[in-house]
């Protein structure tokens, strides 16, 4: 299903925009929806907003599943001109006795547009942005490429396994730079004892996995951009390290983890191996401003702007 023409840079420009104002929207959203004390703080008219470009990517995906199924209809023995996830899931809706309900469709496909493209896009341009800020861990990276895949290979997925530096630079990256630094919020299911607090039934639980990640207790110098402090290291991001639960834990967690850390490690290598890169507008590399936006999204303030030049 392509939402986006490639070479169609309006249309990409547009598309792009209401994710990325849904998504800010959101976020400015979320500090009454964590802490409804709180809510009084929140910018007024948000809500609004937010329901309102809501609103114009829900059409953008009920237009693109209608223009799909009017397709179908219009050709009889239709045999799946696309062969794509939108096919699947049309079939899979046709389906007798079937449960999957075009609603169904709209909303998988909002989550999988919505949430993974931002949060992906985003651990990776901190990836670029940490690694561009330190040039020897940038020479480090690239090197283990240059060894594992040699001189004209291509990064193949079966690759990636094999790069403990990179999958070092993954790990850092989530640790700092997590996307939902908040996690979504829980609700206590039973009285629960939690060091030595009780947790009462019905509570609202609300996880700060950033200020984990920055824990002194649990990391030395969790500000710094350490990769090597994964290396030879049991952690993982999995779930059942709870210094590093980037993408949540138990039943809610992410369902998009595997998907998101395979995209994230397999692009930074794809754009590590074959290209160097400078920062534009002559910047020192030194100056990259690495501060978070503000509001409850951890985007960068400012964005990355690099210049590839072809290896
Ligand atoms: C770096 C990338 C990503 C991060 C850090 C991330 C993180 C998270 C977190 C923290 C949650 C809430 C977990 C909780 O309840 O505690 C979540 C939920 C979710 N994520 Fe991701 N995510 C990422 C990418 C993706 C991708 C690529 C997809 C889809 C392909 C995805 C789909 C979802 C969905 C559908 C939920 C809701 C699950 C539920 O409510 O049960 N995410 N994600």
Redesign the pocket.
Known sequence: MDLVDYYDNEKFEVFKDMVTGFVEDSAMLRLGDFFPLLGFLDSPGARARAKNRYAKLYAVFDGAIEERIRLRDSKPGYSQEFNDALDSLLDFVNEESSEFSRHDVLM?LM??FV???E??A???EWGMAELMHSPTKLHKVKEELQQSLGKNGEVEESHISKLPYLNAIMKET?RLH???PL????KANEDVELGGFTVPKNAQVV?N?WSIGRDSHIWANPNSFEPERFLGSEID?KGSHFEL?????????????P???R??TFILASLLYHFNWKVANEMNPENIDLSHNRGLSMNKAQPLLLVPIKV
């Open positions: 998988l989550d999988l949430v993974s493209i949060t992906t985003s651990t990776l989530f997590p996307p939902v996690l979504v919020p829980h996880v996995v991001f639960i980037t993408f949540g834990s138990g039943r809610r967690i992410c369902p998009g983890l998907l998101a850390s995209t994230f």
